[in-house]
């Protein structure tokens, strides 16, 4: 019912920046809590940020905020996770999700995952 297709991954220079963008699909898309994951390779998929209809953002922490924001556009049915200063420790997977309800751990909806790596 929900489709998520990332894209804008790639390879990246340390200090450098990328945006990626989820295009979903689905008549409900504005009214799910949208979220960014990212995964790397031996490691628990680790929550980066999730955006409530309405544009309130929650982060994971750490290093996160403020290199990485997140952002939607539901007219456009699209969010984005704007990614500055990259470090090669943010190299992963990053998945998009949706889901009813805000969490860090479980969505109803995921997608392929665009692959991000950094270059030291």
């Known amino acids: 019912q929900v489709q998520l297709s990332e894209s804008g991954g790639g390879l990246v220079q340390a200090g450098g920046s990328l945006r990626l963008s989820c295009a979903a699909s689905?008549?409900?898309?504005?009214?799910?809590?949208m979220a960014w994951f990212r995964q790397a390779p031996g490691r628990e998929r680790e929550f980066v940020a999730a955006i409530t209809w309405g544009g309130v953002s929650t982060y994971g922490g750490d290093a996160v905020k403020p290199r990485l924001t997140i952002s939607r556009d539901n007219a456009k049915n699209t969010v984005y996770l704007q990614m500055n200063n990259l470090k090669p420790e943010d190299t992963a997977v990053y998945y998009c999700?949706?889901?009813?309800?805000?969490?860090?751990?479980?969505?109803?909806?995921w997608g392929q995952g665009t692959q991000v790596t950094v270059s030291a």
């Open positions: 689905g008549r409900t898309f504005s009214s799910y809590v």
């Open positions: 999700a949706a889901g009813k309800l805000f969490s860090t751990t479980q969505y109803d909806y």
